[in-house]
């Protein structure tokens, strides 16, 4: 049984009583206490910002040109806080709860209810930095609806909120690299973790410019390298993102909890052919001035504005009543998909759903004309005010749904298909967001802490800049403090020169195997594989196959990949090289996890359990618990971490 | 369709670099002008050649990573579009298309057509924030901002940090990308105290760096792809003169 140190107390009290008692470091002891925080996004660069302010010093690490590009940056729709400012009954406890229950009942009460806390302050603190969220006409900040709850929570700036926030950020960071206070290393990539006894105390970084490999220092390391939802290969992350930081760590010893719980989101630009490279997410917030339909005949070749209004099947509103098109991600891309494997899909491939705008710009443009005093506009009239509202809203989705399909979405409805966004899963970590491995932490979508087995819509923001602004200043001084007779370990020593030399032979091995190969030949295999059998469905024998292909696929990789060049150059194949061994590697302990989980919760679907009408069914006797896996030679041992839940009724998720 | 692609290839910094005509064919209309590359790669990969390199990362036109020259133009022939968000049915069937790095003085190649942009960090921790500390914030909606200057903020805050104005530029001057910034938190209430400084450090450290000098052609705007507008350059003067004078 795992020990997450949830400090003790009514669930409402624990966070300010843990805050009361917990060690601080005084001001001068910080200043010789050195932090490494890696990933520069939402998570890594507030954390860097604020423990900077706070006098320790920091090194900050990211592979991208410079902090600014990390991936948070492309986070569309908005970012929840309980702030209540639409007097339509939100407050903390009922954050929490949409959170808990969003996520199927698989997240540890203490920490959502810790982020629901924390979350005004985000918005806050966000404002105060010159963050141009949406505003009302009043100068009030505006909010819109997102999925899997009722009321109005999301803050956002036109569909660019992460890019907003995340520039926010990255200006405390560049205000604390100009005070000295950080030092940044940008085309720096993490390639492993330094142990001295028994605790973390640094890291190798390959300077991708260079190639040259450096030891830096740290009395912690701070990971904050986001997702792995690019072991399916195409998804919605970055051409960049990876999990080889977060698996570094895993080798070392770090806890791996949940690898299988994946968010596919339902709405993104479909695949049109085998030359995609990454899919396109359309924001969530769409569904809120969107509705989701596909034709009542199957395989209906008119085109969308030639099917009446009687022969379409609003599907998700017609299941779920209650939520409508804004029930969660996990619910509305396995509808989507049981329309589309029923022969109801829609394009060219028959795999997208159409995503219509039409009803809310007509009722947009009618309120527009009453605000302007317009008597009897025209339809036309009408319509083109409701499409600068919308393009207000979204315009820069619709443009960027324009260029990648070729179809203006103000004109025809958008077609859309899940795909893969983001990963619940990540290192374990306790209440203080410390991985098992001292001194080693992990925020942001690194970690596994707060969404269960699925995240809420503009929740992800909300949590990365909750584990960097407001709870790592506070959680990391309960072990800093009992370092401050530590001094600065020399990266002289030993444990520095062996981990360099592991990380040294294992680039020589990739660029020496001299096969035939390209990355992304293997990439994309794996990707079907995991696509295939550990996707939107699982079921036994698939996951059982799928970890068969997955190893000979990787002992094919290590016999047949070619790399040009060598590990002292500017080398991008090299990069993806290494990065795709390690995704081929959480590959199999994804199935693996997926296949322990004799139960369907959340993203994780096992065809096996559902109930009557297709639902999740969970099994809470069995596996209302936290699969923490450690890597024990080629096997992985599960840790349980159970989950209790005093505050919140545990139930059959409903959104009917 | 059949293309060919001249591309610019230098091996590092210190190494010269020349251009080398690639042919593809089969390319998909559907591609994205990247992919079209990855496309290039694999066959270069399998050939033993090293591949081209190039910087792109989201791949949705919002990271600002990616940054070629093609045909002339940073990002491409269409306005308000990145490199990324650019697809092969925006050229023809037999195109010869010139591909090439941003050129400034203040942008060095580092491979092909990868530079170093880090210039504009280091303008950035000059002064492009506001000097306010975790946990010092009142609440959000005490803090009241006209819709229109929200929107305007925003309008300026929406740049990506891709440097396409640089390169576009004939004096290779980063006044729209500075402008953008300076002008977003001047716009706002939480901007103004340190409006002044703001401008003068930002300014100098521009200069710093090697950008030169705007002369009003107005080819930045022209190029941004998120059409950031040139009106941002006159609200830096302004604050610019403002420091100055007072």
Same mark, same amino acid.
């Given at each position: 049984?795992?020990?997450?140190?949830?400090?003790?107390?009514?669930?409402?009290?624990?966070?300010?009583?843990?805050?009361?008692?917990?060690?601080?470091?005084?001001?001068?002891?910080?200043?010789?206490?050195?932090?490494?925080?890696?990933?520069?996004?939402?998570?890594? %660069?507030?954390?860097?910002?604020?423990?900077?302010?706070?006098?320790?010093?920091?090194?900050?690490?990211?592979?991208?040109?410079?902090?600014?590009?990390?991936?948070?940056?492309?986070?569309?729709?908005?970012?929840?806080?309980?702030?209540?400012?639409?007097?339509?009954?939100?407050?903390?406890?009922?954050?929490?709860?949409?959170?808990?229950?969003? /996520?199927?009942?698989?997240?540890?009460?203490?920490?959502?209810?810790?982020?629901?806390?924390?979350?005004?302050?985000?918005?806050?603190?966000?404002?105060?930095?010159?963050?141009?969220?949406?505003?009302?006409?009043?100068?009030?900040?505006?909010?819109?609806?997102?999925?899997?709850?009722?009321?109005?929570?999301?803050?956002?700036?036109?569909?660019?909120?992460?890019?907003?926030?995340?520039?926010? %950020?990255?200006?405390?960071?560049?205000?604390?690299?100009?005070?000295?206070?950080?030092?940044?290393?940008?085309?720096?990539?993490?390639?492993?973790?330094?142990?001295?006894?028994?605790?973390?105390?640094?890291?190798?970084?390959?300077?991708?410019?260079?190639?040259?490999?450096?030891?830096?220092?740290?009395?912690?390391?701070?990971?904050?390298?986001?997702?792995?939802?690019?072991?399916?290969?195409?998804?919605?992350?970055?051409?960049?993102?990876?999990?080889?930081?977060?698996?570094?760590?895993?080798?070392?010893?770090?806890?791996?909890?949940?690898?299988?719980?994946?968010?596919?989101?339902?709405?993104?630009?479909?695949?049109?052919?085998?030359?995609?490279?990454?899919?396109?997410?359309?924001?969530?917030?769409?569904?809120?001035?969107?509705?989701?339909?596909?034709?009542?005949?199957?395989?209906?070749?008119?085109?969308?504005?030639?099917?009446?209004?009687?022969?379409?099947?609003?599907?998700?509103?017609?299941?779920?009543?209650?939520?409508?098109?804004?029930?969660?991600?996990?619910?509305?891309?396995?509808?989507?998909?049981?329309?589309?494997?029923?022969?109801?899909?829609?394009?060219?491939?028959?795999?997208?759903?159409?995503?219509?705008? =039409?009803?809310?710009?007509?009722?947009?443009?009618?309120?527009?004309?009453?605000?302007?005093?317009?008597?009897?506009?025209?339809?036309?009239?009408?319509?083109?005010?409701?499409?600068?509202?919308?393009?207000?809203?979204?315009?820069?989705?619709?443009?960027?749904?324009?260029?990648?399909?070729?179809?203006?979405?103000?004109?025809?409805?958008?077609?859309?298909?899940?795909?893969?966004?983001?990963?619940?899963?990540?290192?374990?970590?306790?209440?203080?967001?410390?991985?098992?491995?001292?001194?080693?932490?992990?925020?942001?979508?690194?970690?596994?802490?707060?969404?269960?087995?699925?995240?809420?819509?503009?929740?992800?923001?909300?949590?990365?800049? %909750?584990?960097?602004?407001?709870?790592?200043?506070?959680?990391?001084?309960?072990?800093?403090?009992?370092?401050?007779?530590?001094?600065?370990?020399?990266?002289?020593?030993?444990?520095?020169?062996?981990?360099?030399?592991?990380?040294?032979?294992?680039?020589?091995?990739?660029?020496?195997?001299?096969?035939?190969? =390209?990355?992304?030949?293997?990439?994309?295999?794996? /990707?079907?594989?995991?696509?295939?059998?550990?996707?939107?469905?699982?079921?036994?024998?698939?996951?059982?196959?799928?970890?068969?292909?997955?190893?000979?696929?990787?002992?094919?990789?290590?016999?047949?990949?070619?790399?040009?060049?060598?590990?002292?150059?500017?080398?991008?194949?090299?990069?993806?090289?290494?990065?795709? %061994?390690?995704?081929?590697?959480?590959?199999?302990?994804?199935?693996?996890?997926?296949?322990?989980?004799?139960?369907?919760?959340?993203?994780?679907?096992?065809?096996?359990?559902? =109930?009557?009408?297709?639902?999740?069914?969970?099994?809470?006797?069995?596996?209302?618990?936290?699969?923490?896996?450690?890597?024990?030679?080629?096997?992985?041992?599960?840790?349980?971490?159970?989950?209790?839940?005093?505050?919140?009724?545990?139930?059959?998720?409903?959104?009917? | 369709?059949?293309?060919?692609?001249?591309?610019?290839?230098?091996?590092?910094?210190?190494?010269?670099?020349?251009?080398?005509?690639?042919?593809?064919?089969?390319?998909?209309?559907?591609?994205?002008?990247?992919?079209?590359?990855?496309?290039?790669?694999?066959?270069?990969?399998?050939?033993?050649?090293?591949?081209?390199?190039?910087?792109?990362?989201?791949?949705?036109?919002?990271?600002?990573?990616?940054?070629?020259?093609?045909?002339?133009?940073?990002?491409?022939?269409?306005?308000?579009?990145?490199?990324?968000?650019?697809?092969?049915?925006?050229?023809?069937?037999?195109?010869?298309?010139?591909?090439?790095?941003?050129?400034?003085?203040?942008?060095?190649?580092?491979?092909?057509?990868?530079?170093?942009?880090?210039?504009?960090?280091?303008?950035?921790?000059?002064?492009?924030?506001?000097?306010?500390?975790?946990?010092?914030?009142?609440?959000?909606?005490?803090?009241?901002?006209?819709?229109?200057?929200?929107?305007?903020?925003?309008?300026?805050?929406?740049?990506?940090?891709?440097?396409?104005?640089?390169?576009?530029?004939?004096?290779?001057?980063?006044?729209?990308?500075?402008?953008?910034?300076?002008?977003?938190?001047?716009?706002?209430?939480?901007?103004?105290?340190?409006?002044?400084?703001?401008?003068?450090?930002?300014?100098?450290?521009?200069?710093?760096?090697?950008?030169?000098?705007?002369?009003?052609?107005?080819?930045?705007?022209?190029?941004?792809?998120?059409?950031?507008?040139?009106?941002?350059?006159?609200?830096?003067?302004?604050?610019?003169?403002?420091?100055?004078?007072?």
């Amino acid at each position: 049984m795992l020990n997450a140190k949830i400090p003790d107390g009514p669930l409402e009290h624990k966070w300010a009583s843990y805050r009361s008692r917990t060690p601080l470091v005084n001001p001068s002891n910080k200043r010789n206490l050195e932090i490494v925080v890696v990933g520069a996004g939402l998570a890594g %660069a507030s954390a860097a910002a604020s423990l900077a302010e706070l006098g320790y010093r920091v090194k900050c690490f990211c592979f991208q040109d410079s902090a600014r590009r990390a991936h948070s940056i492309a986070a569309q729709g908005g970012i929840n806080a309980a702030k209540n400012y639409q007097n339509d009954g939100d407050s903390v406890y009922r954050l929490f709860y949409d959170t808990i229950k969003g /996520g199927d009942y698989r997240a540890r009460e203490a920490n959502v209810y810790r982020l629901a806390e924390v979350s005004a302050n985000i918005i806050d603190q966000c404002v105060a930095q010159g963050v141009p969220f949406a505003r009302e006409y009043g100068g009030y900040l505006s909010n819109r609806s997102f999925g899997g709850t009722q009321v109005q929570r999301t803050f956002y700036a036109a569909g660019q909120t992460g890019q907003q926030l995340l520039l926010g %950020a990255y200006s405390a960071l560049q205000r604390q690299v100009g005070t000295g206070s950080v030092q940044m290393y940008s085309r720096h990539e993490m390639l492993d973790i330094v142990m001295i006894d028994g605790k973390c105390r640094g890291i190798i970084a390959r300077d991708l410019i260079t190639g040259k490999l450096e030891r830096h220092f740290g009395h912690a390391v701070l990971l904050c390298t986001g997702g792995y939802g690019n072991v399916f290969y195409l998804s919605t992350n970055a051409m960049g993102s990876n999990v080889t930081a977060a698996w570094k760590a895993h080798k070392r010893g770090a806890w791996f909890a949940n690898p299988c719980y994946t968010q596919i989101h339902p709405t993104c630009i479909p695949v049109s052919g085998d030359h995609q490279s990454k899919l396109t997410l359309m924001s969530e917030s769409l569904r809120n001035d969107g509705r989701i339909w596909v034709p009542k005949k199957k395989d209906d070749n008119r085109k969308p504005g030639e099917i009446p209004e009687e022969e379409r099947d609003y599907y998700l509103e017609r299941r779920y009543p209650a939520f409508g098109n804004l029930v969660p991600r996990d619910v509305a891309s396995r509808a989507a998909k049981e329309r589309c494997d029923a022969g109801y899909g829609v394009g060219a491939s028959r795999m997208a759903v159409y995503l219509d705008f =039409t009803f809310n710009m007509k009722r947009y443009g009618t309120v527009e004309a009453n605000k302007q005093g317009l008597r009897d506009p025209s339809e036309e009239e009408i319509m083109r005010m409701g499409k600068a509202v919308v393009a207000e809203k979204y315009g820069n989705l619709f443009d960027m749904y324009k260029q990648i399909t070729g179809e203006d979405p103000y004109e025809v409805p958008m077609r859309i298909y899940p795909a893969v966004h983001y990963t619940m899963g990540g290192l374990w970590v306790d209440y203080n967001l410390m991985t098992n491995v001292p001194g080693l932490y992990a925020l942001g979508e690194a970690n596994f802490s707060d969404h269960g087995a699925n995240r809420l819509g503009a929740s992800a923001l909300m949590q990365g800049l %909750a584990d960097g602004y407001f709870v790592i200043p506070y959680t990391i001084g309960n072990y800093l403090s009992g370092e401050i007779r530590t001094p600065s370990i020399s990266t002289g020593e030993q444990a520095f020169a062996d981990a360099e030399n592991n990380v040294r032979d294992g680039l020589d091995r990739l660029t020496g195997i001299g096969g035939n190969q =390209t990355v992304d030949h293997f990439h994309k295999r794996l /990707g079907k594989i995991m696509w295939d059998k550990c996707g939107m469905a699982r079921n036994r024998e698939g996951l059982g196959s799928a970890i068969g292909e997955i190893q000979s696929l990787r002992e094919e990789f290590w016999k047949d990949l070619r790399i040009p060049g060598t590990q002292h150059e500017l080398n991008p194949e090299l990069e993806k090289a290494a990065r795709v %061994a390690d995704f081929l590697e959480l590959g199999e302990l994804m199935c693996h996890d997926a296949l322990h989980r004799d139960e369907s919760c959340g993203g994780h679907f096992r065809e096996e359990f559902q =109930t009557e009408e297709g639902e999740a069914l969970r099994n809470d006797e069995q596996f209302a618990y936290v699969a923490a896996w450690g890597m024990n030679g080629k096997n992985w041992d599960l840790h349980r971490e159970d989950l209790k839940f005093d505050n919140i009724k545990i139930a059959q998720r409903s959104y009917k | 369709m059949n293309i060919t692609i001249k591309v610019w290839r230098q091996k590092s910094n210190t190494s010269p670099g020349e251009f080398k005509m690639y042919s593809l064919s089969d390319v998909s209309p559907d591609m994205s002008f990247l992919e079209m590359f990855d496309v290039l790669n694999e066959q270069l990969v399998r050939k033993g050649e090293d591949p081209v390199a190039f910087d792109h990362d989201c791949r949705e036109g919002i990271c600002g990573m990616c940054s070629m020259v093609i045909n002339g133009q940073p990002h491409g022939p269409l306005r308000g579009v990145t490199t990324c968000q650019l697809h092969m049915r925006s050229f023809n069937d037999g195109d010869t298309i010139v591909v090439e790095p941003w050129r400034a003085a203040a942008f060095p190649v580092l491979k092909d057509l990868i530079v170093d942009r880090t210039g504009f960090d280091r303008i950035m921790s000059t002064g492009g924030f506001v000097s306010v500390n975790t946990g010092n914030a009142q609440d959000a909606n005490t803090l009241l901002v006209p819709k229109p200057d929200a929107d305007e903020a925003f309008g300026a805050a929406a740049c990506i940090g891709c440097g396409a104005c640089v390169a576009a530029c004939k004096n290779a001057s980063a006044m729209l990308f500075v402008a953008a910034k300076v002008s977003q938190l001047a716009l706002l209430p939480q901007g103004k105290v340190e409006a002044k400084s703001r401008a003068e450090r930002m300014v100098a450290q521009m200069d710093d760096e090697g950008f030169g000098n705007c002369t009003n052609t107005y080819a930045c705007e022209a190029e941004c792809p998120k059409e950031i507008s040139v009106e941002h350059i006159a609200r830096m003067n302004r604050e610019y003169l403002k420091a100055k004078l007072g």
